[in-house]
């Protein structure tokens, strides 16, 4: 039986209207508009499909990793529902800045950390799968960090994963087209939204996934201090400014109003 580990992360709502977030400029982080609800980051979502997909022609065990505090129930109920077995929570107060934040304590090099020291605790993985990002920060160094400290393989950017005997053969997007490399296990790799959405779950499956009980960790259970591993500090937090200015072209006739605005482009450096 292969064993596969796929960590994931709660964010805010990527659909939810820019116009409605906040700026907490003393606690540095952004504040959640009312009544939104977090969801399972988009990219994470894939990394689950993708296991799922193995699920389908062999024999795996799926086990998902997360960490925060007071995590939302949808959201590892959503994983457990799509078809993982098991759900590893790492909770613990000092993973959160304060309420309602979608931003953490916590940076890409401390959460890699925290996640490589539970997956030494867990000790049942042949295939780590994380997504390409997460859809907050963007930032993408999760899952090479996780793979770093635990000293295994890592293929990033992942549309395709098949299992060969103890190898994968993995297709890896490039600007141009895709590669195609093998890897023995275990391995950690990314994955990309190429890899296909996940997929939606029976009424069934969801009405079970509500009795399945997460296991709960805490970071005192790795003797870590989380908070001295932080590198980055933020120093400060703003929404963009957008400023559009709107000038209207008058001329007598359309061709006019084509030359005038041809001369506008030009005088702005556009064209």
Not at 23 to 49: C, H, Q, R, S, Y
Not at 83 to 104: C, K, L, M, Y
Not at 163 to 177: F, H, M, P
Request: proline fraction near 6%.
């Amino acid at each position: 039986m292969l064993n596969i580990l796929v960590c994931i992360k709660q964010v805010l709502d990527p659909d939810a209207p820019v116009s409605s977030f906040k700026i907490n400029n003393l606690g540095k982080n952004i504040i959640a508009p009312p009544g939104t609800m977090p969801v399972l980051n988009p990219f994470d979502e894939n990394a689950l499909e993708a296991a799922l997909k193995i699920k389908d022609v062999q024999d795996v065990k799926i086990t998902v990793l997360s960490m925060g505090h007071n995590l939302a129930k949808p959201v590892f109920l959503k994983a457990v529902a799509s078809g993982a077995d098991e759900v590893i929570i790492i909770d613990d107060p000092s993973f959160e800045s304060t309420e309602n934040s979608s931003f953490q304590n916590l940076d890409s090099f401390t959460t890699a950390s925290v996640l490589a020291e539970a997956i030494k605790k867990h000790n049942k993985y042949d295939i780590i799968l994380c997504g390409r990002q997460a859809a907050d920060t963007d930032a993408g160094l999760v899952g090479p960090g996780v793979a770093e400290i635990l000293g295994i393989p890592l293929i990033t950017m992942a549309k395709k994963i098949e299992v060969a005997r103890d190898k994968l053969r993995i297709e890896q997007i490039t600007s141009d087209g895709y590669n195609v490399l093998e890897a023995a296990l275990p391995v950690l790799i990314t994955v990309g939204n190429e890899m296909g959405d996940l997929r939606y779950p029976s009424t069934k499956n969801l009405m079970a996934a509500k009795k399945k009980k997460p296991v709960v960790w805490q970071a005192a259970d790795f003797n870590i201090n989380v908070l001295s591993l932080t590198k980055i500090e933020v120093v400060d937090m703003h929404i963009p400014v957008k400023k559009v200015d709107c000038k209207m072209i008058e001329a007598p006739s359309p061709e006019e109003k084509a030359t005038k605005l041809a001369m506008q482009l030009s005088q702005d450096g556009v064209i």
